[in-house]
């Protein structure tokens, strides 16, 4: 699958951990930084990662901040993209299956490496249920009303 990450300082040493995760399982990883623990706005990968899932070029988007919050309330004001703050493993497969979430956002300072990494898989390997309700639903987010 076509994935990009990003993080800020407070995401980039779980997202190095991703990113090599993702890379031995055969994804195709676009890493738009940051590149070090130097502090940056969480705000500039965000807007990237979700512009280019808004735009189709990738098919997922991965973002990590301190908490993910910031990520999530960033990426979320681009029309199209169900970004989804998770620390759990219930939560990643809900918000695909019932919101369809095209971008995963975690907390760095929050989870483990352990437990991210089964997010990350679960919430990429599970598919949308197709559920008449559920569609309605994400109908209605993204038509906002
Ligand atoms: C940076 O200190 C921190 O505020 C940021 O990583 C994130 O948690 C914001 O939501």
């Known amino acids: 699958m076509k994935v990009m990450i990003g ?3 407070g ?3 779980l997202k190095q951990t991703i990113v090599d995760f993702l890379t031995e399982q055969g994804h195709d990883v676009q ?3 940051t590149h070090d623990n130097t502090a940056c706005d969480y705000n500039d990968p965000a ?4 512009n280019a899932v ?3 070029t990738v098919e997922r988007g991965i973002l990590i901040c301190g908490t993910g919050v910031g990520m999530s309330i960033q990426a979320n004001k681009i029309p199209g993209v169900r970004a989804a703050l998770v620390s759990d493993v219930y939560t990643a497969e809900a918000t695909r299956a019932h919101n369809d979430s095209n971008v995963l956002t975690m ?3 929050v989870l483990g490496a352990g437990v991210a990494l089964k997010i990350v898989e679960t919430w ?3 598919p949308f249920s197709g559920e008449v309700r559920h569609a309605r639903r994400i109908e209605k987010l993204e038509n906002n009303r």
Do not use: M, S
């Open 7 to 9: 993080a800020d300082h």
């Open 11 to 13: 995401g980039y040493t």
């Open 31 to 33: 890493d738009v930084g």
């Open 47 to 50: 807007t990237e990662v979700a």
């Open 54 to 56: 808004r735009a189709g």
């Open 107 to 109: 907390g760095g300072r």
């Open 124 to 126: 990429l390997n599970t």
